[in-house]
């Protein structure tokens, strides 16, 4: 992927400072300072034999068309690329009006994808989610059919989903982790693909329902939606002027420039990356270092390491290489192990954050050579 998904902020295109590596800013955070230097990402390949593209770039071609829509999210949409390559969830924290919804929705569009959006709220039922058995007059006496709910679908925008009481939230664990549905004795699949796309605003606790620990667990990134540079904030405004209406996908510029197939073809060659024993045991000594570290009450899962693998695999591939380094492992480190910690009481008091512990262990934890 040509712009660091380490970086939601404004990224040149194919450049990342030329004395730093892909882990030297979060996935998803936005550094304020444009990057320069030396170029990252797959070199665009040769085309296939049969005159088609390759998987890379399908994927790059997506890139550039959620781009015409969204403005100044380049390191956010990076993170949900790498996701849909390793089948992982992500939650999206940001303030309302960053363009969180319009990214999922032009993403889902660019790759011909279903998209279904749900607004989580005090009142929301389980079988709101994932659908219930309703009487089917036409069926016969006391016939009974189960009509689908919107957890059917590819790409699923839960929307401010701390919203709603842990009863509903809950009904996703099964959807999340297993890829089905369990309702009157019956299992459904779900599609494929299939990922939840969660938001949440990070400022407003008012009748919110923090996530339990075991739902964030199953995301496998907690990105940060920053707000644009003023260059990017000038821009929208300028579309807005021109009587763009960005929120109307369907009337956009936005066209489906890869599918399925695409994307299907791009994961089983993220599944063909390899990860070098050295680099498999510093991600072992990360998550290991989480759980003995004195500023935190909770350390990452086992579940949490083979996220963190999955995540430096994508981001191996999406720079063009066919194995792992732990500089991978340090660019997506933050953005995947961010949520599966819990500080100490003091340690927020005294204004720690989760990103700060995670900055100290990555400069303590010794990098294999």
Known sequence: MPDDPASDGPVPDDTVPDDTGPGDTALGEDTGAPATGRAIGP??????????????????????EVAKLVVGQEGVLSGVVAALLVRGHVLLEGVPGVAKTLLVKALAAS????????????????????????????????AFRFREGPVFTNLLLADEINRTPPRTQSALLEAMEERQVSADGVTRPLPDPFIVI??????????????????????LFKLVVGYP????????????DEG??????????????????????????????????????????LVRATRS?????????????????????????????????????????????????AL??????????????????LATVPVPR
């Open 344 to 361: 100490r009481p003091e340690v927020e008091l005294e204004g720690g954050t989760a990103d700060g512990v995670l900055e100290g262990l």
């Open 198 to 219: 969660a938001t949440q605003n990070p400022i407003e606790y008012e009748g919110t329902y923090p996530l339990p620990e075991a739902q964030l667990d199953r995301f």
């Open 293 to 341: 570290s004195p500023s935190l009450t909770l350390g990452v899962s086992p579940r949490g390491g083979t996220m963190l693998l999955r995540a430096a695999k994508a981001w191996a591939w999406l720079s063009g290489r066919a194995f792992v380094t732990p500089d991978d492992v340090k660019a997506m480190a933050r953005s995947t192990m961010r949520h599966r910690i």
């Open 244 to 285: 763009q209406v960005p929120h109307d996908v369907r009337q956009s510029a936005i066209r489906a420039v890869a599918g399925p197939a695409d994307l299907a073809a791009a994961r089983a060659e993220v599944d063909a990356i390899r990860c070098d024993q050295q680099v498999l045991g510093y991600i072992v000594a």
């Open 43 to 64: 070199e665009p390949g040769p085309e296939d034999a049969d005159g088609g593209r390759t998987p890379q770039q399908a994927v790059l071609a997506v890139r550039d």
């Open 111 to 142: 790759l011909d994808l279903d998209a279904t959006r749900i607004q989580f709220t005090p009142d929301l039922m389980p079988s709101d989610v994932v659908g219930q058995s309703i009487l089917d007059p036409g069926a016969g006496a006391a």
């Open 229 to 240: 540079s003023a260059e990017q904030e000038q821009a929208i405004l300028q579309r807005h």
